[in-house]
């Protein structure tokens, strides 16, 4: 099946730095990768997703990329703030498993956004 | 619009007993599917249920089981429960025909 690498596993930057999470993946007919935000005690929610027939996706501070070449797709976080600081999580639909509710999620990555 | 709405969100259970947690999913939403989050194993995928039947299932041993009913709520069950089974189990709900998953707030589950 699916197989979903996320690096790195803690980032710590400066308030108003960048912030870039990768992840890779290992089926090539994978063609939705979400990004979920988890802050302490709550719920993930979905930030930003990305489907394989674009390359780039933006959404005010936050963009992905996708390389499907590569197999590897990054969360960006510009201007970072301390209410961004929380455990990001990649994922990919497993192999096979089409349009379902069957995603593969990375380890995640604990982000520290310093005042 | 509600929300995944999931019960009880806490609850505390001896080795050997079992539990049932519930989910109700957005309104419209067919697609129920169960994660297990632990520090050390990140977001596990249990099961998925669309239209009162599994599609699909992850790599967990029979004790864990699901079912999802005509209005697509849905509840898991875990029997005789393992020390190891202690997380937060979330539920996701989906339209179905995408999987663009939204979150309810968990059931911790801790057994001693």
């Known amino acids: 099946g699916e197989n979903v690498e996320q690096h790195p596993s803690t980032l710590s930057v400066q308030e108003g730095d960048s912030a870039v999470i990768k992840c890779t993946y290992s089926?090539?007919?994978?063609?939705?990768f979400p990004w979920y935000k988890q802050e302490l005690g709550k719920r993930p929610q979905l930030i930003i997703d990305?489907?394989?027939?674009?390359g780039e996706k933006k959404d005010q501070r936050i963009a992905v990329t996708l390389n499907k070449t590569a197999k590897h797709f990054s969360l960006h976080i510009t201007e970072t703030q301390p209410e961004d600081s929380a455990v990001y999580f990649c994922?990919?639909?497993?192999?096979?498993?089409?349009?379902?509710?069957?995603?593969?999620f990375g380890q995640g990555t604990t982000l520290q956004v310093k005042p | 619009k509600a929300g995944v709405t999931q019960t009880p969100r806490y609850l505390i259970k001896t080795r050997g007993q079992q539990v049932t947690l519930s989910c109700s999913p957005i309104?419209?939403?067919?697609?129920v599917s169960w994660y297990q989050q632990t520090p050390g194993q990140g977001l596990q995928f249990l099961f998925e249920?669309?239209?009162?039947?599994?599609?699909n299932k992850g790599n967990f041993p029979g004790r864990f089981s699901g079912r999802q009913f005509s209005n697509s709520r849905s509840e898991m069950n875990v029997s005789t429960l393992e020390l190891g089974d202690s997380a937060l189990y979330l539920c996701?709900?989906?339209?179905?025909?995408?999987?663009?998953?939204?979150f309810g707030a968990g059931s911790r589950l801790t057994v001693l």
């Open positions: 249920y669309f239209s009162e039947t599994q599609r």
């Open positions: 994922a990919a639909p497993d192999q096979g498993s089409g349009n379902t509710g069957k995603l593969i």
């Open positions: 990305i489907r394989s027939n674009v």
């Open positions: 996701a709900s989906s339209p179905g025909g995408a999987n663009v998953l939204t």
């Open positions: 089926d090539s007919a994978s063609n939705y």
């Open positions: 309104s419209g939403h067919r697609s």
